[in-house]
């Protein structure tokens, strides 16, 4: 997906660089507060400690004196008469004799104030029998000449130090570095957010430049991805090989430092061209896409898709041998066993579900087109193919539906529309010829009152037919709009009063008072009702009461229509609702059996329904439309 947008203002070349330079600026500050936050380790500030003589550094340099003295000691103790000179401590050697130890040697203490150090240390001559590789900083090894002894040592620092060298030197450096580091904190956390805040513009930026309307990519962002990024890598090697040599150097030495620094500053600009390459691919979309893997491994499983599914288990049958012939040895027998189980069941549970996929397929064969296969627990190998199968029985099935309703309303309207079409059409030519031979004045009258009569019966019957024809298909134009039910039953039952009242049918409307609106086409509504009402006028039983109510039910409005049959209703609801089917059997009244399912296909295709419903002789219609 594609996140490119149009370019700011801001996003140009000039402050791209700005942002590059600040960057870099501030990595180099960054690296200068790690440089001396090294330090500030280095000096013991990080231990709490709450001075140089009782932290982890002041206890390093007290050791590595006491180290000394004690290898001066056991060596020669005359080479210790002029080691302290002018030196901010002095010390003490004792011998373990019994229980307890004994002063054998002390230099004398120039100041009052000490902090002591206390280390003990064991050697034993040349002429034991403890192997040399047991021997460490606590297990020395003396001439022959001197005994195995106990050794304490007693460092005491100056407090505070008053000659310059490497004590006095540490302590100053603590005392001024345990004042440097809330600062330096402060400071770093500061160019980290720096950093974050401008590595999100530079990406965010990448690939936009406000003379230019889309996204702007390099021959560096056209590569392949992964070729891209093992370029990028490659380049990442090679500085860190090059300065590898900087581990001869001396430790915190300038020019190991500059190294160091230039190594890191080459990779972060490395680092940050592949950052921004990113993300301009990320904004152009398709990054995993654009990689020579991704098309390889395209390549490879098209070919493996296309394989026939005998190949494909060849395929993975091979791999899995060679992934056993090279793994297996004499401990591995207990999950080559597992392994060969579980493709085992696999293939056994392909084969299973291979076989159901054959017999419905032969069912369906024989023509049964109801044998649906069960897909859910299916390799994803035969899966898609026992959705096809399905697919094709549902297409076959529907085919057949729709020719099979096609046959049916071509019966239907041969045999239930042929007598309809043919006695008014007989009516017609007989007539036709009587006018056609001598007759009187008054014959011909009568002649041409029963032409015109039969001709509006054809008429009317072919206007149901193509009525019929276009509201089950859908094919009228529908305008939905609010109307008021109140005023549409109003209007309709004022035009079919006389009618009504000529069969003395008594008509009884119940309307909520706050009336209700329905969303209607106008037309269509009003064609409905003319249906149910021409329906009632030739089918309700005479001088009976008609009864029309009008409610409220969830989010529809319902018209509901109850009269008296005068035929005898010996037929289902959804049977007398089917084309070219009348209430009276014996086809006496005009009609063509269609108003029925022409009112239900119209309120269809409003959202609303039809429904009919035969309680002995009592008819009832019930027409809902969603209310407005």
């Known amino acids: 997906m594609s996140l490119t947008r149009k370019p700011k203002k801001y996003e140009n070349v000039f402050t791209k660089a700005i942002a590059?330079?600040?960057l870099i600026a501030m990595c180099l500050g960054l690296l200068y507060c790690g440089y001396l936050g090294i330090k500030m380790y280095n000096a013991g500030v990080f231990d709490d400690s709450g001075s140089y003589y009782k932290s982890d550094q002041g206890i390093r340099d007290a050791s590595r004196l006491a180290y000394d003295i004690q290898d001066y000691y056991i060596s020669d103790p005359n080479t210790l008469n002029g080691i302290n000179y002018k030196a901010n401590y002095s010390y003490a050697v004792y011998e373990a004799e019994g229980n307890d130890y004994v002063k054998v040697l002390e230099s004398p203490s120039e100041a009052d104030d000490l902090v002591t150090y206390v280390f003990f240390y064991y050697y034993i001559n040349e002429d034991a029998n403890m192997p040399i590789e047991h021997l460490d900083s606590f297990h020395t090894a003396m001439p022959k000449q001197r005994n195995s002894?106990?050794?304490?040592?007693?460092?005491?620092?100056y407090d505070p130090p008053i000659y310059d060298d490497e004590i006095k030197t540490s302590c100053n450096d603590y005392v001024s570095y345990k004042n440097q580091v809330v600062t330096v904190i402060a400071v770093a956390v500061g160019l980290i957010i720096g950093i974050i805040m401008d590595l999100l513009f530079i990406l965010s930026s990448a690939g936009y430049d406000n003379s230019y309307d889309g996204l702007i990519l390099n021959v560096f962002d056209r590569m392949p991805y992964d070729m891209f990024t093992a370029v990028c890598a490659g380049l990442c090697g090679l500085v860190i090989y090059a300065g590898k040599d900087l581990d001869n150097l001396p430790y915190m030495d300038p020019l190991s430092i500059a190294g160091i620094v230039g190594i890191l500053l080459v990779l972060g600009i490395v680092v940050l061209f592949w950052m921004v390459s990113t993300a301009k691919r990320i904004k152009k979309g398709g990054l995993l896409k654009n990689t020579i893997s991704y098309a390889v491994i395209s390549y490879i499983c098209q070919i493996f898709l296309g394989l026939r599914i005998v190949w494909k288990f060849i395929v993975l049958l091979?791999?899995?041998?060679?992934?056993?012939?090279?793994?297996?040895?004499?401990?591995?027998?207990?999950?080559?066993?597992?392994?060969?189980?579980?493709?085992?069941a696999y293939m056994l549970w392909w084969l299973v579900k291979a076989d159901e996929i054959k017999v419905k397929t032969a069912k369906t064969a024989k023509g049964d087109l109801n044998a649906e296969i069960e897909t859910n627990l299916m390799p994803n190998s035969l899966k898609q193919h026992a959705e096809n199968i399905n697919s094709i029985q549902d297409g076959i099935r529907l085919a057949v539906e729709r020719e099979m309703k096609s046959e049916h309303l071509k019966t239907e309207l041969i045999t239930n529309v042929s007598h309809d079409i043919k006695t008014p059409l007989t009516s017609i030519i007989n007539y036709v010829d009587l006018?056609?031979?001598?007759?009187?004045?008054?014959?011909?009258?009568?002649?041409?009152?029963?032409?015109?009569?039969?001709?509006?019966?054809?008429k009317?019957?072919?206007?149901?037919?193509?009525?019929?024809?276009?509201?089950?298909?859908?094919?009228?134009?529908?305008?939905?709009?609010?109307?008021?039910?109140?005023?549409?039953?109003?209007?309709?039952?004022?035009?079919?009063?006389?009618?009504?009242?000529?069969?003395?049918?008594?008509?009884?409307?119940?309307?909520?008072?706050?009336?209700?609106?329905?969303?209607?086409?106008?037309?269509?509504?009003?064609?409905?009702?003319?249906?149910?009402?021409?329906?009632?006028?030739?089918?309700?039983?005479p001088n009976t009461r008609v009864y029309i109510d009008v409610d409220k039910v969830e989010d529809d409005v319902r018209i509901s229509i109850k009269n008296i049959s005068k035929?005898?209703?010996?037929?289902?609801?959804?049977?007398?609702?089917?084309?070219?089917?009348?209430?009276?059997?014996?086809?006496?009244?005009?009609?063509?059996?269609?108003?029925?399912n022409i009112a239900r296909s119209l309120a269809d295709i409003q959202h609303g329904s039809l429904d009919?419903?035969?309680?002995?002789?009592?008819f009832k219609i019930e027409l809902r439309l969603?209310?407005?």
């Open 20 to 22: 590059v330079i600040l």
């Open 149 to 157: 002894k106990d050794l304490k040592i007693e460092i005491r620092f």
């Open 318 to 344: 091979v791999i899995y041998l060679f992934i056993m012939m090279f793994s297996i040895d004499e401990q591995e027998y207990i999950p080559l066993v597992i392994r060969t189980v579980v493709v085992c």
């Open 435 to 458: 006018l056609q031979k001598e007759h009187t004045d008054e014959e011909e009258t009568q002649y041409l009152e029963v032409l015109a009569r039969q001709s509006d019966r054809l």
């Open 460 to 541: 009317k019957l072919i206007e149901d037919l193509i009525e019929a024809s276009k509201a089950s298909t859908g094919n009228i134009n529908v305008e939905l709009t609010k109307i008021n039910v109140n005023e549409i039953l109003n209007q309709s039952l004022s035009e079919y009063q006389e009618k009504l009242q000529e069969k003395g049918l008594d008509v009884i409307v119940t309307t909520p008072e706050n009336g209700c609106y329905v969303m209607a086409d106008g037309n269509l509504f009003w064609r409905i009702l003319n249906n149910l009402y021409n329906n009632i006028y030739k089918y309700a039983l």
């Open 567 to 596: 035929e005898k209703l010996n037929i289902s609801s959804e049977e007398l609702m089917e084309r070219f089917v009348r209430g009276d059997s014996s086809r006496h009244t005009e009609g063509s059996g269609l108003g029925l």
């Open 612 to 618: 009919l419903f035969i309680d002995g002789d009592l």
């Open 626 to 628: 969603p209310e407005a």
